[in-house]
């Protein structure tokens, strides 16, 4: 966990940023503070996959609680909206939606915080120079899409990254070259527009020169949904259609780009807050076992009475409150 301390619109600048680079990340934005808390009502942090933070949430006892649902809203692409505190601080009732993270450290400030995915546009690169492939690039710029065309001589893997989807429309003009250079790059998705027959005869062809099956069987031929008979430039509806839909039930994931997994959790048994267990969170040994603390206040309070803080009744409070 890395904290970068930036303020106000310089937030939304380096939000900016990571989508041009294509980076997926969770924008946290307060939305209702109730003093003593460090966090302002709309304050704004940028979180990534790996757990970066940027920008300013709050203190000691909210930031970890943020990057933690911060990374999972990335890994399954759901906004939430989190009180950071007790349901007592919020009033009679909390709305229904909003997930209470009990904190209980020396400040009793609360929190709320709304959280939401941010997905960069994919990036569609075009190989070829027929009027389907200006057709499709044009109705995936109409969709925001950042879209490129390149004539096969002027394609290579260095255009590409994990992100990137490709789709190969030379028809016949260097299909080979062009789907090698693609599949090196190992982006997100490869098509090649043509017939079955003809697809073959390309793959087949790319195995005999060496390239591994096992990025030959990545390639999507044909490419687009089956619309039935359609002209030339309809196909590019159709492919477009087939990566939209894929797009939307999440196939589209980079092979080597996906959200790392969460870090190992540890459950403060003095305050109930589930931190992360490494050694930025004050861990500390009793009985061959150790335990990490949202703050060294919690530590040692619980090293001054172990017992007090690990009976049977009040680690199972802790972790209902948790769970």
């Known amino acids: ?58 203190g000691a006892c909210a930031e970890p609680v943020v990057i933690r649902e911060a990374q999972e809203v990335i890994r ?53 120079r027929s009027p389907m492939a200006h057709t499709l690039r044009d109705l995936a710029q109409a969709l925001g899409w950042h879209s490129e065309l390149r004539d096969a001589p002027e394609f290579s893997a260095v255009d590409l990254s994990a992100r990137s989807l490709v789709v190969v429309a030379t028809q016949g003009h260097g299909d080979e070259d062009a789907v090698e250079q693609a599949v090196l790059a190992f982006p997100a998705f490869v098509g090649l527009v043509a017939s079955r027959r003809r697809g073959e005869a390309v793959l087949g062809y790319l195995a005999d020169r060496g390239v591994p099956q096992t990025q030959l069987d990545r390639v999507k031929v044909p490419v687009g949904l089956d619309l039935g008979h359609t002209s030339h430039r309809e196909i590019a509806v159709a492919v477009l259609a087939e990566l939209v839909q894929l797009r939307a039930s999440g196939a589209l994931v980079p092979e080597a780009g996906a959200p790392p997994a969460a870090p190992p959790q540890a459950l403060d048994p003095v305050c109930g807050m589930t931190v992360p267990a490494d050694k930025a969170h004050h861990p500390a040994e009793h009985d061959g076992h150790t335990y990490h603390f949202c703050c060294v206040g919690c530590r040692d309070a619980f090293t001054g009475d172990p017992g007090k803080y690990l009976s049977a009744e009040l680690v199972h409070h802790t972790h209902n409150r948790e769970s």
């Open 76 to 128: 399954d692409r759901q906004a939430r909206l989190l009180l950071l505190g007790t349901a007592e601080q919020f009033g009679a009732a909390v709305p229904a939606g909003m997930a209470v993270v009990p904190i209980a450290c020396q400040s009793e400030g609360a929190l709320e915080v709304y959280i939401e995915p941010v997905i960069p546009m994919p990036h569609l690169m075009i190989v070829g």
């Open 1 to 58: 966990m890395s904290g970068h301390t930036i303020d106000g619109w310089d937030v939304i600048d380096q939000a900016a940023e990571l989508s041009r680079r294509g980076q997926e990340f969770a924008l946290a934005t307060v939305v209702w503070r109730q003093g003593p808390s460090s966090g302002q009502q709309g304050s704004r942090a940028i979180v990534t996959a790996d757990g970066q933070l940027y920008g300013w949430i709050g």
